[in-house]
């Protein structure tokens, strides 16, 4: 079945310092969605952005990710880490239906000063 | 903007006791979801509906019931509550189609089984 991994499961950085969150999948899809969720504390998970395009950039407040299909990645980066982006972020996967999303274990990042 | 509401927000239930876990949400999603979160394994998927009427097993639906009465209303029922059911569950509703692909997820329900 279809499966996401997400190795981190802590990641401190200090802040200012660029982040990279992994995350790789598995699907018999040729077509996935893959998703990028952020938790804040006492919060609910909240889209944080998507793709569905190999090789496409796509961003949103200050993050990006690319779906590379060839290693069946979807890394999330940033530039430089803000205190305010500590929070746990998870990946998730969909067929391209998008019946539902399959989630990965999350990785919480914490960012010091 | 999209509005999931769930109910109770906390619960504490007695080992062999029956739970009910409301959700309603009224962004009209035709998809809906139930899922428990629990450190080192995330989020995980217990129930899902395409609609009113339907419901589908998830990848745990073991201990676990679903209802989904109209499109606005899923519930969770745990018909005999055991204390590895402690957990936060989320409920979601979605959009699953192409480009407008996306879960909203409620505030969540923290349930202790003692």
């Known amino acids: 079945g279809d499966s996401v991994t997400q190795t981190e499961g802590l990641v401190t950085l200090t802040e200012g310092l660029p982040v990279m969150l992994n995350c790789t999948y598995q699907?018999?899809?040729?077509?996935?969605?893959l998703f990028w969720y952020v938790q804040h504390l006492n919060e609910s998970p909240r889209l944080l952005l998507k793709s569905f395009t190999d090789n496409k950039r796509t961003e949103h407040q200050g993050f990006h990710a690319t779906l590379h299909k060839s290693s069946s990645s979807f890394h999330l980066q940033k530039s430089s880490a803000q205190l305010s982006d500590s929070a746990l972020y998870y990946c998730a996967l969909s067929e391209n239906s998008g019946t539902y999303q399959r989630f990965g274990t999350g990785t919480k990042l914490q960012v010091v000063p | 903007e999209a509005a999931v509401t769930q109910s109770p927000r906390n619960k504490v239930a007695v080992t062999g006791g029956k739970v009910t876990l409301s959700c309603n949400q009224t962004?009209?999603?035709?998809?809906m979801y139930w899922y428990r979160q629990d450190t080192g394994h995330g989020l995980r998927l217990i129930h899902y509906s395409y609609g009113a009427g339907s419901t589908e097993k998830g990848d745990i639906p073991d201990g676990y019931k679903a209802s989904r009465p109209s499109q606005e209303n899923f519930s969770l029922i745990l018909e005999l509550a055991t204390p590895s059911q402690t957990s936060v569950y989320f409920c979601?509703?979605?959009?699953?189609?192409?480009?407008?692909?996306?879960?909203?997820f409620g505030p969540g329900t923290r349930l202790t089984v003692l």
């Open positions: 699907t018999i899809y040729s077509n996935p969605f």
């Open positions: 962004n009209n999603h035709n998809n």
């Open positions: 979601a509703s979605g959009v699953g189609l192409g480009n407008y692909a996306e879960q909203f």
